[in-house]
C-alpha cells in the first residue's frame, strides 16, 4: 500500500514511497532539463533516459498513484490502528511547516 515499483520492459527502475510524500505548493516546483544534448556526458545521458521512462511510467500510472497517495494519507490521519503509520512521515507536521515556509516567504 505505501509504495508501488516503477518498471520498464521487465527491468526495476525505481519506486515511489508514499510513505515518505511531502506536501509542496505548485510554485515551487521547477522544471527539468531532461532533453539530450549533444555536450551531455554519457552518465547524464542514461540518467535523463531513466528519468523520462520514470516519468512515462508515473504519467501512464497517474490516476493509481494518485488514489494510492490519497489512501495512505486519509489512512493516516484517521486511523489510530493504521500498522503501516509509523514508517510514514508525519503528514500534518509536513503541511504544517510548508504553510510555515509559505507565509515567510510572501
Not at 508514499?18 to 544534448?37: A, K
Not at 547524464?44 to 494510492?68: G, P
Not at 510514514?88 to 504553510?99: I, S
Amino acid at each position: 500500500m505505501d509504495f508501488s515499483k516503477i518498471e520498464y520492459e521487465g527491468k526495476l527502475l525505481g519506486v515511489l514511497n508514499y510513505n515518505l510524500m511531502i506536501p509542496i505548493d505548485e510554485t515551487l516546483l521547477q522544471p527539468v532539463d531532461l532533453i539530450i544534448h549533444k555536450r551531455d556526458h554519457p552518465q547524464i545521458v542514461h540518467y535523463k533516459e531513466n528519468c523520462q521512462k520514470e516519468l512515462a511510467w508515473c504519467r501512464t500510472h497517474s490516476e493509481v498513484i494518485c488514489n494510492k497517495a490519497n489512501v495512505l494519507y486519509h489512512k493516516y490521519l484517521s486511523e489510530e490502528s493504521f500498522n503501516g503509520k509509523n514508517r510514514c512521515l508525519n503528514f500534518p507536521k509536513m503541511e504544517v511547516a510548508l504553510n510555515k515556509f509559505l507565509n515567510q516567504s510572501s
